[in-house]
């Protein structure tokens, strides 16, 4: 296990999350699966407590800890992409497994954790700053899933 490793709290369904994301991001897997060694206040002896994956080679673990706390949009994976066939496989992989669109390349999973859609043309206008950034910026305003095309074209002017 990782020194520093993201712990992801799920109701009860951390398996098929981290399964999921092992099987459309690369560099992901799922690794060690931990059984509930006793009754706890979400579960049983023998659930599925935890589970150790890796989502595009950051180290998590996926904690099955009940409904208690619910996912936000203050802790999202941010998934950079080279072009708009990337982004749109992993926009569509999210939104189409039962998750939804939101605003500025981000949308949500089937379990409510937060994915931000990056296109690198994106992150590289606004590094650069000044006019360039504010109209790729502005483009992006008006977006859910990121068009690489207009904002390439923004970034031109």
Same mark, same amino acid.
């Given at each position: ?131 360039? #950034?504010?109209?790729?910026? #502005? ?19």
């Amino acid at each position: 296990m990782a020194k520093n490793t993201i712990c992801v709290w799920y109701d009860k369904d951390a398996e098929a999350a981290a399964t999921f994301y092992a099987t459309v991001f690369p560099d992901s897997q799922v690794g060690a699966v931990h059984h509930a060694p006793g009754d706890y206040p979400s579960g049983k002896k023998g659930d599925v407590l935890t589970v150790e994956f890796t989502v595009a080679g950051v180290a998590c673990l996926g904690l099955n800890g009940g409904p208690v706390f619910k996912h936000t949009e203050a802790f999202s994976f941010q998934i950079a992409t080279d072009d708009q066939e990337e982004t749109d496989r992993y926009w569509n992989a999210i939104v189409n497994n039962g998750g939804q669109e939101s605003a500025c390349g981000w949308c949500k999973d089937k379990w409510g954790v937060s994915w931000q859609i990056t296109p690198r043309v994106l992150t590289e206008a606004l590094a650069v700053g000044g006019d360039e #950034a504010k109209r790729a910026f #502005a483009a992006m305003m008006g977006m859910k899933k990121i068009d690489v095309a207009a904002i390439a074209k923004a970034r031109r002017g």
